[in-house]
């Protein structure tokens, strides 16, 4: 099995204002695999990646190691469409048509109607709480697991308006379970719906629930006609950022932006002022199904088969406070030393900075103009130029190292 690793850097220009995009994506299987889908990306404490497609397959990802396949006995080839980690450590796959199942111990336990208590075998989200509890959703209402028992709350023995659920989230600050059914949201906890808010109601239009985030205290509210925020027991419509756009996903990156996927039309992202619109790509999917923030990046999973694209933003500054030179390396295919040529005049206070494929920092320091990388392990690298503020002063450029 291999692995496809392609870093690309762009400066996309706004009226006025310049934002650089960074692209990583990764491929578990041949290049030209555009299917099946891959519908989610999770992340364990030791930054293992983890990803499930349409086909029933799981793919597992160690840090600075190729993807590997891990075979779940009778899946039967349906879609893995959600991937979770309790707080002992096991592995919840939620499937759509075997059921849930479970790693344990090493051992595989797989929840059906056919031996358990769940309402189906066809589920689309699944996510773990502090307290022990899985909660697992998809057309015939929430399963709840906890003490090794599941329950069922579904619109015949709560307030659910539908069985069909089409968004769930946990909140690990309120320890609340966060739903999105139809046009309405409700918060959980344990097994009791204690706020439930009718969005259509309150704002006069459909507002169907297609994704929900939580931070800290809040929780945006995604929907096929915007977005919106839940705050202070109360929604506030955030329409305005993000009007009539089909939210697909949300996250939340290490610097506070909010990332939002949108059916059709790839990537959005909101620093807390403005919408920058970064669009579908090559690389990026134009139906974003999964978003989670690793170190500096955000990465994405969608239509786009295989393929884990990775993104990072940076705020946007004044074209004119933009001035990246491009620098000359030698050679591209590097056993030992790389040299460094450039036409910034003043290279004293800058530091060379270089880049693995998975945009680790593998070496820092004050500029010069031979690098040593015999030490490196082989793979591509790219190296950019930083003044002594952290702002990029180059053009990042590749290297191979043999």
């Known amino acids: 099995m291999r692995l496809f690793l392609l ?13 650089k995009i960074v692209v990583d994506y990764m491929m578990t299987m041949d290049e030209s695999q555009t299917w099946p889908f891959t519908w989610d990306i999770a992340i364990d404490d030791e930054s ?9 397959r799981l793919y597992m990802k160690k840090l600075d190691e190729e993807w590997e396949e891990i075979l779940i006995p009778d899946e039967e080839d349906n879609d893995i469409r959600k991937i979770e980690f309790d707080g002992n450590g096991s592995l919840w796959v939620a499937t759509n048509g075997s059921g849930i199942f479970r790693l344990k111990d090493d051992v595989w336990t797989n929840f059906t109607m056919e031996n358990s208590a769940i309402s ?9 709480s502090n307290d022990g509890r899985i909660y697992a959703a998809g057309s015939e209402g929430l399963n709840i697991f906890s003490n090794g028992t599941w329950v069922v709350l579904n619109e015949g023995n709560s307030s659910f308006e539908k069985d069909d659920i089409d968004a769930l989230e946990y909140n690990p600050t309120t320890n609340k379970v966060l739903v999105g059914d139809n046009g309405f949201f409700y918060s959980i906890q344990g ?5 439930k808010v009718d969005l259509d109601s309150d704002f006069g239009w459909m507002t169907w629930v297609t994704s929900l985030y939580a931070f800290e205290d809040k929780v945006y509210i995604g929907t096929e006609t915007g977005l919106y925020l839940f705050e ?9 950022i993000f009007d009539d756009r089909n939210v697909s996903d949300i996250t939340m990156d290490n610097e506070g932006n909010l990332w939002l996927g949108e059916v059709f039309y790839g990537l959005h992202v909101y620093d807390g002022n403005t919408l920058h619109s970064i669009g579908s790509t090559d690389t990026l999917p134009t139906q974003i199904f999964d978003m989670v923030t690793f170190g500096d990046n955000v990465l994405t999973v969608g239509n786009r088969g ?15 406070e933009v001035s990246l030179m491009k620098l000359k390396i030698y050679p591209t295919i590097v056993d030992q030393y790389l040299t460094i040529e450039t036409k910034i005049p003043n290279t004293n206070d800058m530091n060379s900075v270089l880049y693995n494929s998975v945009g680790e920092i593998v070496s820092k320091g004050a500029f010069q ?3 040593n990388m015999e030490n490196l392990p082989s793979g591509i690298y790219y190296l950019i130029l930083q003044n002594q503020n952290g702002k990029m002063t180059s053009t990042p450029s590749r290297v191979v190292k043999r």
């Open 7 to 19: 870093l690309l850097f762009s400066t996309i220009f706004y009226a006025g204002q310049a934002q």
């Open 48 to 56: 293992t990646l983890y990803t499930g497609n349409e086909s029933g």
């Open 120 to 128: 189906t075998n066809n589920f689309r989200y699944l996510v773990a």
């Open 191 to 195: 097994t009791t719906i204690v706020k």
């Open 232 to 240: 202070n027991n109360q929604v506030k419509d955030m329409t305005s």
């Open 306 to 320: 295989a393929r884990l694209a990775a993104s990072h933003f940076e705020s946007p500054v004044a074209v004119d």
């Open 369 to 371: 103009k031979r690098i």
